[in-house]
């Protein structure tokens, strides 16, 4: 994924300028014809890539269930850290 969304921007007017370059030239066997229809798709992917905002990608929810927990389970989880005391059991040798 891209670091940020103007790495995607920069991305996107790159395969859109390796679009507009090879709409204007024609190659043997159909290639630039079928170079153009997979940039075409390229552009659309990327633009809809920006549309998306990454908190709508992860859920609507975002920290509703967290803050449903509390502090107490917080200061919990804190002190089984503190002592190793989380997780799961170990295995029994044998």
Known sequence: MAKSKSDLRAL???ISEAHLILSTTT???SRSQRA???LRSAVA???DLLMIRPAAALGK????K???RG???FKRIAAMRKTRAGGRPRKQAG
């Open 61 to 64: 929810r975002g920290g509703m």
């Open 36 to 38: 153009h229809e997979l």
């Open 12 to 14: 996107r007017n790159l």
């Open 66 to 68: 967290t803050a449903e």
């Open 27 to 29: 190659l043997p066997e």
């Open 71 to 73: 502090p107490e389970y």
């Open 45 to 47: 992917l990327a633009d």
